[in-house]
């Protein structure tokens, strides 16, 4: 009888025969060599590293202190991560539990997102996002639609979102218009061990928006046993502290470059200071790990979003930066609101966004 992890590699060959060789692909190699390793058990995911690191606290420090502590190892944590020979071995008071105090801290004033709410979740209040004390799971499977090097990708959907874009094609997660399952971090090291056994690549942590459960997913990975890659599917609109807790636990980043300029991020998805919390976080995302980012084309919006962004990925990322232009938008929720937004993109502006790539000098687009 075929086990399920070889049933869901017959499945994935079946559907996404470009996924089976991806990782031999040059542009993977060249932007993803991290990444590739993890999935081929040829080296451990950050998590596991984290927990390998001793971290000298007390749970009675103040914040402040423990934010020193953290950064303190943080400078430390890529030549640590370089260094790593054998298989990493857990220790008492780790730098992941240190990350897990930090975002319960967090938890109790929320500033996961750069809204910065304030909410005490811990006790009941909701923010923005209306995300609570428990993770809120929509679903979690094989998911067969990611780009090629990620399939099959452990997809694990929560409630909520720190933004609202007028165009969300999972507004029904987003924006509560159903109800997830309400999952204890432990609950969920469950779905993530039933996701390994399944034959994924990866845990894909993708909502709505993951920023709201950075607590959770941390406390949850110190509950996995066996080592996956883990990727952190996101909007990018996070703050400065969710991206240094993010840093030595996230393997690979799937960040979306949304707008190329605050007026269209305000106007289209109510992300104030867009431009500066994306750039921020993929400088960072590129520091402590590898980077997929996707730049979804809207229309009418090639000169004064995708331009600039494609334009910014190559100056400070570089032009073998792993990029997928997506031509997929179609109009969902509130599109209808917005005139440029209520139509599909035509030929025209696929062909130019395709140019501008081309013009530009990135040269590793996802085909």
């Not at 542009?27 to 984290?50: E, H, N, Q, S």
């Not at 709505?208 to 952190?232: C, Q, R």
């Not at 636990?249 to 305000?266: S, T, V």
Request: aromatic content about 10%; hydrophobic content about 35%; overall charge neutral.
């Amino acid at each position: 009888m075929k086990s399920s992890a070889s049933m869901v590699v017959m499945m994935w060959s079946a559907r996404r025969s470009d996924s089976v060789n991806a990782l031999d692909l040059s542009g993977v190699k060249t932007a993803l060599p991290r990444y590739m390793d993890v999935v081929r058990g040829k080296r451990y995911p950050k998590y596991m590293i984290a927990q390998s690191i001793e971290a000298k606290y007390s749970r009675r420090d103040e914040t402040e202190t423990l934010w020193e502590k953290h950064d303190t190892l943080l400078e430390t944590y890529n030549e640590i991560e370089t260094n790593i020979k054998r298989k990493p071995r857990k220790t008492q008071q780790s730098f992941l539990d240190l990350k897990i105090l930090l975002a319960h801290r967090i938890m109790q004033n929320c500033e996961f997102c750069e809204r910065r709410c304030g909410s005490d979740r811990l006790h009941g209040d909701k923010g923005y996002c209306k995300a609570g004390r428990n993770f809120s799971l929509f679903s979690a499977f094989p998911h067969m639609g990611e780009e090629p090097e990620l399939v099959p990708s452990g997809t694990i959907f929560t409630g909520g979102c720190s933004i609202r874009c007028l165009h969300c094609q999972n507004w029904d997660i987003s924006q509560w218009h159903s109800n997830g399952d309400s999952l204890t971090p432990e609950r969920m090291a469950r779905q993530v061990a039933d996701l390994t056994e399944k034959g994924c690549r990866n845990i894909n942590m993708v909502g709505g928006d993951p920023t709201p459960y950075v607590w959770h997913w941390l406390e949850t990975f110190n509950y996995v046993k066996k080592p996956i890659a883990t990727v952190w599917n996101s909007n990018s609109w996070y703050s400065h502290e969710t991206a240094k807790l993010l840093a030595g636990f996230i393997d690979l980043y799937l960040l979306d470059f949304k707008y190329g300029n605050n007026k269209c991020a305000e106007e289209v998805s109510d992300a104030p200071e867009y431009w500066e919390a994306a750039t921020r976080n993929h400088l960072m995302a590129n520091k402590y790990g590898e980077l997929i980012i996707r730049v979804l084309v809207l229309p009418e919006h090639n000169e004064c979003c995708t331009r600039p962004i494609l334009q910014w990925i190559h100056d400070n990322l570089g032009p073998d930066t792993r990029v997928n232009l997506m031509f997929q938008y179609r109009p969902e929720w509130h599109a209808s609101k917005h005139p440029q937004l209520n139509r599909k993109l035509s030929l025209t502006e696929k062909l130019d966004a395709k140019k501008m790539a081309e013009e530009i000098g990135l040269t590793n687009l996802v085909e």
